[in-house]
């Protein structure tokens, strides 16, 4: 009888340095030091890959039991007062690897109020809270792939990642398409804050060009006079364009 052959030992995936290569662009690795949340999260064997026949080819996107409202874009507008901050409009397209856009993804926003906390029991930043904000949203792109959110721009808030750590100001995006398996997550971030340079999860990404993809624009056409100012940002789903993941953490 043939001995059984021994497991091979753990694939260790990249520490730092050089993250996945998709699309000629590179993702940010799972494991990166520097975020330290990261070393005890990230996979230390190989990913497995599911068959295509299994549940994340459901068809998508989901939107749970109540549809999704053209109000859903408006995050001012969720309580019965005006949530404190300054207003922007965040808006842009979404896009595939040859430019085209995509049409019927769901995007969804979620972020932290312009103190910089977030309406979640599990934030313990003593900051304000508002009541009068929640900070999440969702609206679907359309024919042109467009979307367009009403929000305020959220405030940068400490963290425990090292000592004195301050995650810049940032939305986080979610975008799930024709099937429940290809939601991509990411950030964006504003042009111009001091911080990003300090920060671990933005500077994960090693190619200066992903990491400009992550930054909107302002845009003086977008901007609404005496309400809101505007910025835009376009997200390229795929390609050598693509905007960077989040799933490196």
Partial sequence: MEKERPADPPKVLPASGRGRSVGGEFE???????Y???????P???????????????????????????????????????????????????????????AGT???????????????????????LDPNFSGAGRCLTD??????????????????NHLNAWRPAHIHFSLFGAELGSRVVTQMYF??????????IFQAIPDPRGQERLLARFDLELTEPAWALGYRWDI?????????????G
Avoid: C, M
């Fill in 28 to 34: 940010p690795p799972y494991l990166h030091p520097d």
């Fill in 36 to 42: 330290v949340s990261t070393i005890a999260r990230a």
């Fill in 44 to 102: 230390r064997r190989q990913l497995v890959r599911l068959p295509p026949e299994w549940f994340h080819r459901t068809q998508g996107p989901a939107f749970g039991r109540v549809p999704v409202r053209p109000a859903d874009a408006d995050l001012t507008r969720q309580h019965p007062g005006e949530p404190l901050g300054e207003r922007i409009i965040v808006a842009g397209r979404v896009l595939d690897a040859d430019g085209l856009p995509v």
């Fill in 106 to 128: 769901l995007v969804e926003v979620w972020q932290a109020n312009a103190a910089g906390r977030y309406a979640d029991p599990a934030d313990s930043h003593p900051a304000p």
């Fill in 143 to 160: 024919a042109a792939g467009r979307y367009r959110f009403l929000t305020v721009k959220p405030g940068a808030y400490p963290w425990a």
């Fill in 191 to 200: 042009p111009g804050d001091p911080l990003l340079r300090l920060d671990p």
């Fill in 236 to 248: 390229v789903l795929r390609g050598r364009s693509a905007t960077p993941r989040e799933d490196g």
